[in-house]
């Protein structure tokens, strides 16, 4: 009777525990105050919409500049293709490899409201500064006189990069944060709520995708027809609209406290295993060391149950007979909990299928370079209408806003009645099939480029750098294939690190997903460069030359195509073999 009076004793609202369960949220969150949170006042998606509204705008921002910059590069800058295309896949490679800074301090530190908030003003800061090198004559580089391009000064230079790089760091506070702030607002241990996180990232996604669509129509054809100065100021304001959207969801927002550093963590397993690698495992798994509370020493953390996998790294969580003696089990880089444990096997669980994400983020970054350059080397008139090449990523965008809500409303329900699961596909089947898809978009892209290369050799351009009378809306299913592509892998992507992460290292999972797109894009220069060294030895203009009708970019996209079916060969094993997390 003493145990039930206690579970049963009044609240402060004068309701005993049992009436008042699900009243509060069982996922340890909190208002910004650090108080518990009540579901009916806060969170779920009455505090989306602010969310997503950041992200639509931050995405527009990104984007206004993202999706044209090549074409500012090789028009304003004077830079060659080989060399413009370098420099944006660069740039955008440490777009998403900064995530990884922001991701440690969100998940340590600061939590992921005061990193996004800090991080947004650095991303201010740089889109402004962007704005005022494409505005004040001083730090314009010289138009073309005729033939003849001036280089850029170093000044200019400076600048420009200053600006461009700042938003990159910016950036690294935003994506690794926005997506699992979003996915707190709905209580992991509320089957309701569970189910609707699931279509939060979808509409996440499109939330993207809409500012995406502004950005590769009324932004490019601002920049392309009126100036680069308004096209660049105007992506800068909405960053201030993100910035202010962000702070006025404040009161409705649920928190999560940052949990330590989960570096820190991951070294205090290996060191504690190495050290007592001589300790022999026991069989019975629950004689490994785990605190008796309900929720982990972890803060923000539930526990995680024990797997049998990586037996060596359970040295850690053994405790030793001096432990025993002493009664001091503090020392964390002696002796881990079988949940610090887990949390670094899930990370090793999930490199293998992270991995394979790298090589599809190399065909996706062809959509703000080669896909453009090709486009570029096409009839962009449909009428008297002029149709900038960057603006065929419009085809991308309207693809991804077309299948979001089909995926979500009709797939979704219609698949679920097959598998049993509650969002149809599970996370690693979604992305199989978005890799598999990213294969098709390559071979498009190829066809109509052996398509445009023949024309062009029919009515004599092979030698001239112009472009071919072929429409550049062939580009169109190339696009589209890779906007269905996207909606299968990046958010499958962003379901998988969020569900299997553990749950203090969320932000950090969510920064290595971002960190394929980083990788793939660096993948993509390297590929670039590799290919343009061979195809030029001995005087060859190479496949990929300034005149595209001299190359012959048909075989860099074939490659892709190739390294894209080995690439989910290897995928559909590593799949196959995956251990999924079981948290308390």
Not at 113 to 128: D, E, H, Q
Not at 339 to 360: D, H, N, S, Y
Not at 439 to 452: F, G, Q
Request: hydrophobic letters at 45%; a negative charge; one cysteine or more.
């Amino acid at each position: 009777m003493g145990s039930e009076e206690g579970e049963r004793r009044p609240l402060g609202d004068g309701l005993s525990q049992d009436e008042s369960y699900g009243l509060y949220t069982g996922d340890g969150s909190v208002d910004i105050k650090g108080r518990p949170v009540l579901k009916s006042n806060t969170g779920n998606w009455r505090a989306c919409p602010f969310i997503l509204g950041t992200e639509c705008c931050e995405r527009l921002a990104y984007y206004g500049i993202a999706t044209n910059l090549v074409t500012y590069l090789i028009d304003k800058l004077h830079e060659g293709n080989v060399s413009a295309a370098t420099n944006v896949t660069t740039w955008q490679g440490t777009c998403y490899l900064t995530p990884l800074i922001g991701a440690i301090l969100a998940d340590a530190y600061w939590g992921r409201y005061w990193t996004i908030a800090a991080f947004s003003t650095i991303y201010f800061i740089g889109m402004c500064t962007l704005t005022l090198s494409a505005t004040v004559p001083a730090l314009k580089p010289a138009e073309c006189v005729d033939s003849v391009c001036p280089s850029a000064t170093a000044a200019q230079y400076a600048v420009f990069f200053l600006g461009l790089y700042l938003i990159a760091l910016g950036t690294g506070g935003i994506k690794p944060c926005v997506s699992p702030f979003g996915a707190n607002q709905f209580d992991d241990t509320d089957p309701r709520e569970r189910v609707k996180k699931g279509s939060f990232f979808n509409w996440f996604y499109f939330s993207v995708n809409i500012g995406a669509l502004v950005s590769s129509t009324l932004i490019v054809w601002i920049q392309e027809n009126i100036g680069w100065g308004l096209g660049f100021g105007i992506p800068a304001l909405f960053m201030g609209v993100a910035i202010a959207s962000f702070f006025s969801g404040t009161p409705l927002y649920r928190f999560q406290k940052p949990g330590g550093s989960p570096i820190t963590r991951m070294c205090q397993v290996l060191v504690a295993s190495f050290h007592k690698w001589k300790v022999e495992v026991p069989e019975d798994s629950s004689l490994l060391y785990e605190t008796q509370e309900t929720n982990s020493a972890i803060g923000g953390s539930r526990k995680i149950e024990h797997s049998n996998e990586l037996k060596c790294l359970d040295k850690a969580a053994v405790v030793a007979d001096a432990e025993i003696k002493s009664g001091d089990f503090s020392n964390g880089w002696r002796l881990c909990t079988v949940t610090q444990v887990e949390e670094l096997k899930i990370l090793i669980r999930m490199f293998p299928i992270w991995a394979t994400g790298i090589v599809f983020s190399a065909v996706y970054a062809q959509m703000s370079t080669l896909f453009v350059e090709q486009g570029e080397m096409m009839d962009t008139t449909i009428g008297s209408f002029t149709i900038p090449a960057a603006s065929l990523s419009t085809f991308d965008v309207i693809s991804v806003i077309f299948w979001v809500p089909v995926y979500d409303q009709f797939i979704v329900p219609i698949v679920r009645k097959f598998t049993g699961k509650e969002r149809g596909f599970s996370e690693l089947q979604r992305m199989g099939i978005g890799l598999f898809i990213s294969v098709l978009s390559m071979s498009a892209a190829a066809i109509v480029e052996i398509k445009r290369l023949q024309i062009a050799r029919e009515f004599g351009l092979v030698d001239e750098d112009v472009a071919v009378p072929l429409s550049i809306l062939w580009q169109a299913p190339q696009y589209f294939l890779m906007g269905a592509a996207e909606i299968f892998t990046f958010i499958g992507q962003l379901e998988f690190f969020y569900d299997q992460s553990p749950d203090a290292m969320r932000s950090l999972c969510s920064a290595l997903s971002l960190l394929t797109t980083s990788l793939g894009s660096y993948l993509s220069s390297l590929i670039l460069t590799i290919v343009t060294y061979v195809t030029t030895e001995g005087g060859q203009v190479g496949w990929i030359p300034d005149n595209l009708n001299e190359g012959h970019l048909d075989y860099f996209f074939w490659l892709l195509a190739g390294l894209s079916v080995l690439n989910l060969l290897v995928y559909v094993v590593c799949a196959s073999r995956y251990k999924q997390k079981k948290a308390s």
